[in-house]
């Protein structure tokens, strides 16, 4: 059979281009279509490579995850560690979606003059049917992608958070913040953050009304701050880098979501401030204060 390496290298190129495309859909991943085009392009000419050279090296699992992640840092110019991870899981998990579509498109279709070159199919036809599969596949995952997002909703994201401290307790609104990875550096504690005002049934009065006095080291008379053990939690946010909260520990929280989650070694933030300006909410809370502990 005859194979043209310009047509196998515009096939790989156009598949590339919607795998990457809906690796960044997933990854919510800023994108640049010249970015996108170029990162496809490198992989379609690393699938030549695999045709014309014949090195053992090249056809590795070491070399194909070294282009993998050459064509995520194109792609997406990101050079923070995590998120570049994150970017290269995506990529794969959305490959092998849209391999297994092919294999399922080439065993119903079940064309003739497939060559099985080394690891790769080889032919006009199958190729015809992966790029397929790929908009199959970019469909799909499209529409997935917009459930999942359609079905995270207020109900899901706030809950019901309850502290108990010193023989007092206070129920409060809170929202489940994925990006909130706040800790105590020093315990390494999670950090539940709480306006101040919802806090006005367990803490002193005074004390919520000199927080910044509390911060900047000017102890008020009328209220023994000690007794608090307050601990100053750094933070960072858009536009305040070097923010700090006061923090103290309470007795034990509760968390009512699907299921009643108990914790007894987190701190709760005092924020000066208002979370929500709707008032839908009063306190943050990350993904790993749901863990529970106790």
Known sequence: MTIYLDVVLFENVVLNYII??????????????????????????????????????????????????????IAFQNYNINKLLKQIIFFYLVSFTFGGIAFMLLFFINPKGIIMDGTHFVGTYPIKVAVLAGGIGFIIITIVSSMIKNRINKKTIICELEIFYEGKNKKVKTMLDTGNLLKEPISNADVVIVEKESLEDIISKDILENITNIITGKWIESENVHSYKFKLIPFSSLGNDNGLLIGFKPDYIKIYNDEEVIRNDVLIGIYDGKLSKNNLYTSLIGLNVLEEVV
């Not at 991943?29 to 496809?40: E, F, G, H, V």
């Open 20 to 73: 990457i495309l809906s690796t960044a859909i997933i990854s919510k991943s800023q994108i640049k279509l010249a970015r996108i085009i170029l990162s496809s392009i490198v992989g379609g000419i690393f699938s030549i490579l695999n045709y014309v050279i014949r090195i053992s090296f090249i056809n590795s699992i070491l070399f194909k995850i070294l282009i993998s992640i050459i064509m995520m840092l």
